[in-house]
């Protein structure tokens, strides 16, 4: 069964407007990982967060953890049409790190 | 580095013959995976190797599926026999563990579609 699970399967905005993608899960973590995928491509590692940790930037990526809720959500800002892919979350469980569950991620088309 | 490697990077099978995928990983790395991924079912992990040794293989759907790793540079899954009902995208991925923060590396796929 899915760990991860995405939402919005898909979004569309205009090139410089914010995404915003959210992730659920069902058990408890050690960390959350987002990864990009492009199309025909492997997915692309692009940040992780751990379970102490409440918010993560980099670059333009902003990554908040609820432990409470168990979600996580990335936030891309100032699209640009470069970031047109899928997006997933992965989870590991807790005593298992090595082994991820990926959600069914949620597919990002920017209209220039 | 060249990063994750797989070959073939396409395969079109006929229904019942064997199929093997390869796949090298990053030099370095002592955990190596292998993914499944289709429309229906995502992204699904198969199997994983840690210092070449299965850990966990409960993805693997049936047995006629089997992966080996002879050596830290090279992972084998094979499809013995193929049927319809594999064709999937592909993927190997491989990481450093703990020191890395588990960041998986995935090779570009192979594309199986076997008719």
């Known amino acids: 069964s899915q760990q991860g699970e995405e939402d919005p399967q898909a979004l569309s905005i205009q090139e410089g407007e914010n995404a915003t993608m959210n992730c659920s899960y069902k058990?408890?973590?050690?960390?959350l990982q987002w990864y990009r995928q492009n199309s025909g491509r492997g997915l692309v590692h692009l940040i992780l967060i751990r379970s102490n940790e409440r918010e993560k930037h980099s670059g333009r990526l902003r990554v908040t953890l609820d432990t409470s809720k168990k979600s996580s959500s990335l936030l891309i800002t100032a699209s640009r049409a470069a970031d047109t892919a899928s997006y997933f979350c992965a989870t590991d469980a807790r005593g298992g790190y090595q082994k991820v569950t990926f959600g069914i991620g949620t597919k990002l088309q920017v209209i220039p | 580095d060249a990063g994750v490697i797989q070959s073939p990077r396409h395969e079109v099978t006929e229904m019942g013959q064997e199929v093997t995928l390869r796949c090298k990983p990053i030099?370095?790395?002592?955990?190596l995976f292998w993914y499944r991924q289709t429309m229906m079912r995502g992204l699904e992990l198969l199997i994983y190797?840690?210092?070449?040794?299965?850990?966990?293989d409960s993805g693997m759907p049936e047995d006629r599926f089997s992966a080996k790793m002879p050596n830290a540079s090279f992972s084998t899954l094979k499809i013995q026999p193929s049927e319809p009902r594999d064709s999937a995208v592909y993927f190997c991925a491989s990481s450093l563990g703990w020191t890395s923060g588990y960041e998986q590396y995935f090779g570009p796929g192979t594309r199986l579609t076997v008719t």
């Open positions: 030099s370095g790395h002592d955990y």
């Open positions: 190797f840690n210092n070449n040794v299965p850990i966990d």
């Open positions: 058990t408890s973590i050690n960390n």
